[in-house]
């Protein structure tokens, strides 16, 4: 189960800091469906990203990157769990309810990181997920996210 269309691309009037679009200044991460219940990311970081010392990327940047990961991708079931094309008709919108991260080794700066998250629970108010983020074939962080059903207009 591949797609050629990342899921942030169809979705419309996105201005998330991290995966949206329409932020001139975000960080435009990228999400693609691997297999069922699975979606990956790979995102490279920016020389700013630094955490204190030069070599490692900022704590912050790595939550954000897994709560967008994570966030379009129950976005993106959501759609698909009510049998339409994601991004088409009414607007489905999920925020961060929980977001549980815990960071097992620094990531580099300057090596791409991988996202790798899975859909473990789901009901129609949210969506529980999974998800690993790993930098040079290192696991650095895992994370569990509550990902909640809000208003089309929140
Ligand atoms: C195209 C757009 C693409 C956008 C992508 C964005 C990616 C980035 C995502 C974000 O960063 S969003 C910004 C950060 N998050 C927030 O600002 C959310 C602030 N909190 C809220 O607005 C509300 O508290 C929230 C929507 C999360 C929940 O309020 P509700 O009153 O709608 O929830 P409700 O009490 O009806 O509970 C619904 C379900 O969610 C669960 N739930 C609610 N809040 C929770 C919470 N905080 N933690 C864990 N679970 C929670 C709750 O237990 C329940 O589970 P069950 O259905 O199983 O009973």
């Excluded at 469906?33 to 955490?51: I, Y």
């Excluded at 700066?109 to 108010?125: H, K, V």
Aim: charged share 20%; proline share 5%; with cysteine.
């Amino acid at each position: 189960m591949t797609q050629e269309t990342a899921i942030q691309d169809q979705i419309q009037g996105n201005h998330c800091f991290g995966c949206g679009p329409d932020n001139d200044q975000g960080l435009h991460i990228k999400s693609y469906w691997t297999e069922k219940d699975q979606t990956r990311c790979e995102f490279f970081p920016s020389a700013h990203h630094n955490a204190g010392p030069a070599q490692y990327l900022n704590g912050g940047i790595m939550a954000t990157v897994i709560d967008c990961h994570t966030v379009c991708t129950a976005i993106a079931d959501g759609y698909l769990q009510s049998g339409r094309a994601v991004g088409s008709g009414d607007r489905i919108w999920y925020a961060t309810g929980n977001l549980d991260i815990k960071y097992l080794a620094p990531a580099r700066i300057d090596t791409p990181l991988i996202l790798e998250a899975t859909i473990t629970e789901r009901s129609p108010r949210k969506t529980v997920l999974h998800c690993n983020l790993s930098s040079d074939g290192r696991l650095c962080a895992k994370a569990e996210v509550i990902a909640v059903r809000v208003p089309g207009d929140w």
